[in-house]
């Protein structure tokens, strides 16, 4: 009576994670998938700053999309198996893409810099070639970056069996199952250079917005102030999100705490960075709510010419 019970409990359990990963998945999903939609299809939002948020919002899709869809199906099976090469492409596409946003929130902080505090060099700076080549170089720049990783990372002999205690494969637990410490410690070297790398861009951002706050704080008008600030605020949310889910240094020896560190960095940001452009841009929810209207619009005149064609299959 009691293993049926414990089998109850654990089936019940199992079911609640599937469904909690779910939940935040397809938060996500629609969140990014309504803010890449509007920036695409509004051509009032076809400004660098948003080009920036369309190119965020495709990383994000990208970063939940590499971890979740796995978890939840190691959930609802009850297994933690995935493959070789599953893992290497997980690690790849995970380094890849965070990588990039950190890139592309620096790009962002200096997009937001130029705006106000060069405002009448804006249109030449920023323009649609340069804003171009910078997203391209975030891209692309973390591909590089995550293919010299991932090659480092499983060049490596592991010794240590096929075992990784995580919801998804990751460097750190990668190498738990290296032959030698002398080989953890060759990698531990890139991590510690991107942690560093992080770090600069960290710099970046914030000297950026001490210019920014020079710049704001120097206005007349309190409604610029008040514009000012409300256009970094987002973004400046944004950053703390995700500099402080990544800062976090992961844990060699406890499971549980390699959990907590990296749940945060993989799955927060992206859930979540949706609601923070989209509280309080009006511009976002004015095109947003373009989008609802007119879908539901066409939904509205389909139904109406089903029920008019029945009508008129009636008579006859």
Known sequence: ??????????????????????????????????????????????????????????????????????????????????????????????????SAETFLLTIMSYDRYVAICKPLHYGTLMNSRACATMAAAAWGTGVLYSLMHTANTFSIPLCQGNAVDQFFCEVAQVLKLSCSESDYLSEAGIIDFSLSLIFGCFVFIVVSYVQIFRAVLRMPSEQGRHKAFSTCLPHMSVVSLFVSTLMFPPSISSPFLDLVVSFPYTVVPPAVNPLIYSMRNQELKGALRKIFQHALFHHQKDVHHVLRTTENLGKA
């Not at 779910?22 to 309504?34: E, M, Q, R, V």
């Open 1 to 98: 009576m009691n293993n049926v019970l414990k089998e109850r409990i654990g089936f019940t359990l199992q079911l609640l994670h599937f469904w909690l990963l779910l939940g935040i998945y397809l938060a996500a999903l629609l969140g990014n998938g309504l803010i890449s939609t509007a920036v695409a299809c509004d051509h009032r939002l076809h400004t660098p700053m948003y080009f920036f948020l369309l190119n965020l919002a495709l990383l994000d899709l990208g970063c939940i999309s590499t971890t979740l869809p796995k978890a939840m199906a190691n959930a609802l099976w009850d297994t933690r198996a995935i493959s070789y090469a599953g893992c290497v492409a997980q690690v790849f596409f995970l380094l890849f893409l965070l």
